[in-house]
């Protein structure tokens, strides 16, 4: 049953209040409704996984009755979404620590939580035998369309992206740690054809046997975006380059800020020229920063160029 509380607007009058409007109206249901307005203040639906206790017959409506694996989850979650509604209603779903060998296909307008901490044995990881962690069946790519991945691992152990992301557009990566399984194998941590609105913030891209070649990888092409994004505060090793962005990508208003980048040949790769590279951190054994503007897209960077001499406080190599 729902329940309503209506706060009211009010204005000083003589030293005291007067109400002169209702205000917004808050429902118990998860619902703010500001002058008819439906704005969400919390998940609509929330479902829960566990690897080791769950059951694909439960409900997952909880964690004593979660379900056993997280492609049962988010079919759940997808067939609740309202394609009409706006704004979105958004689910979520919590994945128990473990190791989940299926490949984390993204849900639609939903917040995926990993309840462990990042390591080995104590995250949830999704760690498949073969292909890259998140991708398609047809592995063209995946498609996030309000998506969130928070607290997860991802381990790779093909010679594929770890992360093999078609679109990912209005979503978030944050938080996760992106893992290279076999040396000589995985080629990058995270590719991307088409990013809009995106948010990839306090990522770990690291492997215990050898670096990424590539940490993180924006194509380019007809109707290939880095448009209006935010790429800040990860940690990338990388072998080749840790932030590559192609020439004929549309990377136009994103921003890549305050990223530690170490031991690359180049740490940012940025041949469209449009991104903005605002106090990244950055050891490389050739160019830290590769920029076709550099002197105006520039600001405050801190690179070592070939391993050697002193940091460069006003920005790029």
Known sequence: ???SYQPKVYREQGGHKMVVAAGGEFQCDGLFKLHGLEIPSGFANV????GQNG???NDGLTMATAKATYAAARTLSNATIDWGATPKRYNAIFVAPGVYTEVCLPPYYCWVFGMGILGTD????FHPAAGSAITNPDLSGS????TALVNLRFECETAVPVLNFGIFNNSILAGCEIVRGIAGLATIGAEFDNVTHAQIIGNRFISGVADHPIGLSFNGGGDKFLHSSRIIGN?????????????????????IQENVIVRPAKGIEDLSGLTFCINNWISATSDAIEHANSATRCIGNHVINNA??????SGTD
């Open 235 to 255: 940690h990338i090793f990388a072998a080749t380059t840790g932030i590559t962005i192609a020439a004929n990508c549309t990377a136009s208003g994103t921003i």
């Open 55 to 57: 059951d694909d017959s």
């Open 1 to 3: 049953m729902t329940s």
């Open 47 to 50: 479902y829960y996984v566990d």
């Open 143 to 146: 498609t996030m369309l309000g």
């Open 122 to 125: 104590t995250a949830a990881e």
């Open 308 to 313: 050697t001499g002193a940091v460069e406080a």
